[in-house]
């Protein structure tokens, strides 16, 4: 009998120790669980936002324009240099800081 | 040659532009034929008779050499005013986009007839002038607008 009651004790005893065990492994389960749901939505979007707002912000520039063929670079700098003719010959038919300074359409620039 | 004189002999009578042109050698150009080449002896001054004639400077792009065009001379136009300026070297290089003809007027022979006849030589001189200090002053406005430019982006 004695045998009998100390096995039961023993095996509560060891029931209730896996019992907290087990708890305390799966609270820290929950913390880690509970944490991704409160940033779902921006990882992803930062991902697919990042090369996009690069791209505008002018960083893969060169990038984009070694993709642009040299004859294309070609045509954009003597396009460039035509405006700036007529913008210079322009400035010396009425010459105004303003017309000096004035902006270029140029896509060599833009 | 149209009716109207081309801009070196502007002013002139047509008997004494004709005297001047007949110093000149015609010469034919077919589509992509240099003219002359940068750094190259001015020997002659060039009228356009027919025709447009690139003038290009050489550009760095991407590593290799490429002629970037500057201007363009069309018929009735003058080109080559290196011949009148020491050092006698032609700052650009010249080649027919078209099939031109241009009339080359050696600077000896051009410079002795101006000499001889001081009222012809005093218009051609201010005509002269006039090419030269149009792409002068072209040319400085373009540089200043580019120095502005070049001003902005050091203060962004």
């Known amino acids: 009998m004695e045998m009998f009651m100390m096995a039961a004790v023993m095996s509560l005893l060891g029931v209730a120790v896996c019992a907290a065990l087990f708890a305390a492994a799966t609270r820290g389960e929950r ?14 979007q930062r991902f697919f ?37 007529a913008a210079a010959e322009s400035f010396l038919r009425t010459p105004t800081g303003q017309s000096l300074q004035s902006r270029t359409t140029s896509r060599l620039l833009n | 040659m149209t009716a109207t004189l081309p801009d070196l002999l502007a002013g002139l009578a047509e008997e ?10 015609h010469s034919t150009l077919p589509a992509g034929a240099v003219l002359f080449n940068l750094g190259d002896a001015a020997d002659s001054l060039f009228v356009v008779e027919r025709g447009q004639i690139a003038l290009t400077l050489p550009m760095k792009v991407r590593g290799k050499e490429q002629d970037v065009l500057i201007e363009e001379r069309a018929t009735g136009q003058t080109l080559g005013w290196s011949a ?14 078209v099939d031109s003809e241009v ?3 050696p600077r000896i022979a051009l410079c002795a007839h101006l000499a ?4 012809v030589g005093y218009l051609v001189a201010q005509n002269v002038s006039a090419v030269v200090g149009q792409r002068l002053q072209v040319f400085q406005t373009m540089w200043l607008r580019e120095m502005q430019r ?5 203060q962004a």
Do not use: C, N
């Open chain 2, 103 to 105: 009339v080359a007027l």
């Open chain 2, 16 to 25: 004494e532009a004709a005297r001047v042109l007949a110093l000149g050698r």
């Open chain 2, 150 to 154: 070049v001003v902005e982006l050091s």
């Open chain 1, 49 to 85: 936002a990042s090369a996009p707002a690069a791209a505008a912000a002018g960083e893969p520039a060169r990038a984009q324009q070694e993709l642009v063929p040299v004859e294309a670079l070609l045509l954009q700098i003597e396009q460039h240099i035509r405006l700036e003719q």
């Open chain 2, 84 to 97: 009148l300026v020491p050092p006698h070297h032609f700052t650009l290089k010249a080649a027919a986009l």
């Open chain 2, 116 to 119: 001889a006849h001081p009222a």
């Open chain 1, 31 to 44: 913390v880690e669980a509970s944490r991704p749901a409160e940033q779902p939505a921006l990882a992803p």
